[in-house]
């Protein structure tokens, strides 16, 4: 694919209007009706019941519903979308073992031994994947463990967005460790081939801190930018998105910040503040 020195504009503002609109106006084409069968297969094979579970993004939640019935404990569910929340909030009335959630994802707070991945990734603007990964990270157990399905495929608008397999390690590498990622053999029929069954364990010996940056206007740029933060004693990993507004750098301890700035002085423009 040719490189551009230039940020394309996101088309639609996935904001909380956009994704309620979607319920309100019963357009949710992604919605399978059942929990898919990758995550079926996924929590068939979980044996403890108590692990403190997260689906973020959640939809109609048939996965929730799913480790419900299989007598799971401790499940929560988030969603930016009200009509949708209310809906949960009215099937599941009085099943003390479900926490349903209206919010933001990337505010959420709270500690979990279990993310699952489903149709959220894919769901949010490419530019915030590095934000995803920090959250991720922030939001695990020592250990714990985030997996789920991951398109392997693009699409020439979205959402949903894709992604490749070799993006998706990049992206994941050093915030976390044992990563598996392997062509999905359940996928339903209009998924077929497409899809990725991933699960990886937080790395507990990192940090992940995500930082606003200013002053880069191609990849260029950004290539050379990130490789001077990785030449940083203890630096491991550098990911910036796509419109160069954010970088998560994952480390063996907290960079200090006058190193950063120093790692970019050679361009005035540029700057870097940390975010989280």
């Given amino acids: 694919m040719e490189e551009k020195c230039c940020v394309i504009p996101q088309k639609k503002v996935l904001d909380e209007s956009y994704w309620d609109s979607q319920y309100k106006d019963n357009t949710t084409g992604w919605d399978i009706g ?20 997260l689906i973020p993004g959640c939809g109609n939640t048939y996965e929730a519903e799913y480790l419900l019935q299989q007598g799971f404990h401790h499940v929560t569910v988030i969603d930016i979308a009200p009509t949708l929340v209310e809906k949960l909030q009215s099937k599941f009335a009085g099943n003390a073992n479900i926490h349903i959630v209206l919010g933001d994802f990337f505010t959420h707070a709270g500690q979990y031994d279990l993310i699952l991945e489903q149709t959220f990734f894919c769901a949010l603007p490419p530019t915030m994947r590095p934000r995803y990964v920090a959250k991720m990270h922030e939001l695990l157990k020592e250990d714990g463990a985030l997996a789920g399905v991951l398109f392997n495929r693009s699409f020439d608008d979205g959402p949903p967005f894709g992604g490749s397999q070799e993006e998706y390690e990049a992206l994941f590498n050093s915030a976390f460790h044992r990563i598996s990622m392997q062509p999905c053999e359940h996928s339903i029929v209009k998924r077929a081939n497409s899809e990725l069954v991933f699960e990886c364990r937080k790395n ?10 200013r002053g880069i206007t191609c990849n260029g740029c950004m290539t050379t930018v990130t490789n001077k ?38 361009d005035a423009k540029y700057q870097i503040e940390k975010v989280k």
């Fill in 34 to 53: 059942h929990v898919s069968p990758p995550m079926k297969a996924y929590i068939d094979s979980l044996t403890n019941k108590d692990l403190h579970i």
């Fill in 204 to 213: 507990s010996q990192v940090v992940v801190h995500l930082y606003s940056f």
């Fill in 229 to 266: 933060f990785k030449e940083i004693e203890g630096v491991l990993n550098v990911r910036m998105n796509t419109d160069y507004s954010e970088v998560m750098i994952v480390s063996e301890s907290e960079p200090d910040m006058q190193k950063l700035q120093d790692a970019i002085a050679y």
